[in-house]
């Protein structure tokens, strides 16, 4: 893995003032990469503090030269791929002249304030999108806390599938329903088993969200050539907040080959990328496995992988209702997990991924499953909030859930924390459930 660097300084300081207070989730530590659109056109950027840095035009005054230069060129047309497809090098050199610039003791303080209105952006002041197009998403299932409890709703005499310890399993998800934070979920229409027992087609009632962390990959392999664990940093360009909403009633009938029209409807991403050379500060050695769980085998045992494959995120998910925006209530806080909650590490995911020779692509998408932990605040979904139904979520007030229902909107937040370095955080991912549409007749 890397090394830290200049960039990772717990000391330096933004002249941009907003990224230097304490709870701000873009400190100049960060600088995590998005996409936004300015009078119709996309436009890639980087957040600081409370604004955002406009790359292009950052290339137009010719702030930064070099390979940072090539890199924002990458980005041209508004999109991220063709900076991931340079590999992690592009966005390193990229990072350290921006940090450069937009550090308080810059060499070009004067030249960068005297250009600030051109270069940066109030980041609430424009729209963000998807970082790329993305052309494959997968989504793993890492949690044993998760998939054990899900097991043991569904009745299962051996809760946990006879591969989960031996391989990270996951299915293929659909990239064309993917959506940026901040998009209307509306609830899918579908077929599933009512109350009664009765088959029937219509708006799904057990909606759910899932908490998870997605990494973006960023150069791809060629078809047949696998990844080898010790290599595969080199293929992570960064991470985001994924919301893999799921419509159990829809998911509990169908699911014989996967999930397919159950989560299919939409996923919601936060639009900023925290570049994996931002998360250096942050790495912990692969999640304990219990005592006695067999060994991985050789290809998904890398020495580094073991030593730094885990990160230290702390995630959340907060829920507000229509009646607490109505009474001007807070959102409430109703999980609160750590990413080392996982049983296998990104890495893992990715080798085991490319180990058959399938090829991943720069901007591809790789959902970590949903983050549950073995304690009852750390339950990632609703569905094992209440326990599958019997147990209703209190929300304050006289309210509580069973389900997600039209109206509710769900934030996912999350923050890389240690001890002597600076924190950052992935912004947020936001979502909230519309009503389904009618059936056309
Ligand atoms: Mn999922």
Not at 96 to 107: F, I, K, N, T
Not at 349 to 378: E, F, Q, Y
Not at 425 to 438: D, L, Q, S, V, Y
Request: proline share 7%; charged share 20%.
């Amino acid at each position: 893995m890397k090394k830290l660097n200049a960039t990772h300084d717990p000391l330096r300081r933004s002249w941009v003032e907003s990224a230097n207070q304490p709870a701000c989730d873009f400190p100049i530590q960060n600088l995590p990469l998005g996409v936004f659109s300015l009078d119709g056109q996309k436009r890639a950027g980087v957040a600081i503090g409370d604004k955002i840095v406009d790359l292009q035009q950052v290339l137009n005054a010719k702030l930064l030269d070099g390979d940072a230069a090539t890199a924002i060129r990458a980005t041209e047309g508004g999109q991220l791929k063709g900076l991931m497809a340079l590999g992690n090098e592009g966005a390193s050199a990229l990072r350290s002249q921006l940090s450069d610039l937009l550090r308080s003791d810059s060499p070009r303080l004067l030249r960068a304030r005297e250009l600030e209105h051109q270069i940066l952006l109030p980041i609430d002041s424009v729209a963000m999108e998807l970082p790329c197009e993305i052309g494959d998403y997968t989504d793993f299932l890492t949690s044993q806390h998760h998939t054990e409890r899900h097991g043991r709703f569904k009745g299962l005499k051996d809760p946990l599938p006879p591969a989960f310890k031996s391989l990270p399993v996951a299915y293929h998800g659909r990239a064309s329903s993917l959506r940026v934070s901040g998009t209307a979920v509306t609830r899918p229409n579908g077929q599933y088993k009512d109350a009664q027992g009765q088959l029937v087609f219509g708006p799904a009632p057990m909606l759910d969200f899932e908490l998870e962390l997605a990494a973006f990959v960023a150069r791809g392999n060629t078809l047949s050539e696998p990844i080898p664990i010790r290599a595969v940093q080199d293929y992570i360009f960064g991470y985001c907040l994924l919301n893999d909403w799921s419509a159990k009633s829809i998911q509990w009938w169908e699911q014989v080959l996967g999930p397919f029209l159950g989560k299919s409807f939409i996923s919601s991403i936060s639009p900023w990328i925290v570049t994996s050379e931002a998360l250096l500060p942050f790495r912990l050695p692969a999640p304990l496995r219990p005592v006695g769980d067999p060994a991985p085998l050789p290809y998904l045992q890398g020495d580094e992988d073991q030593r730094e494959g885990g990160i230290d995120i702390e995630l959340e998910a907060w829920m507000s209702t229509s009646t607490q925006r109505h009474e001007q209530r807070p959102p409430v806080r109703i999980t609160q997990t750590h990413l080392q909650n996982l049983y296998w590490t990104f890495g893992q995911m990715l080798t085991h991924h490319a180990s058959n020779g399938c090829n991943l692509r720069a901007g591809d998408l790789i959902g970590s499953g949903t983050i549950s932990g073995p304690d009852d605040m750390t339950r990632a979904c609703i569905t094992e909030l209440t326990n599958a139904g019997a147990d209703p979520l209190p929300l304050g007030g006289n309210e509580c859930r069973l389900a997600l229902e039209d109206g509710d909107e769900i934030i996912l937040k999350a923050r890389a924390t240690r001890e002597g370095a600076v924190s950052i955080g992935f912004g947020e991912c936001r979502g909230r459930i519309f009503p389904a549409k009618n059936w056309p007749v």
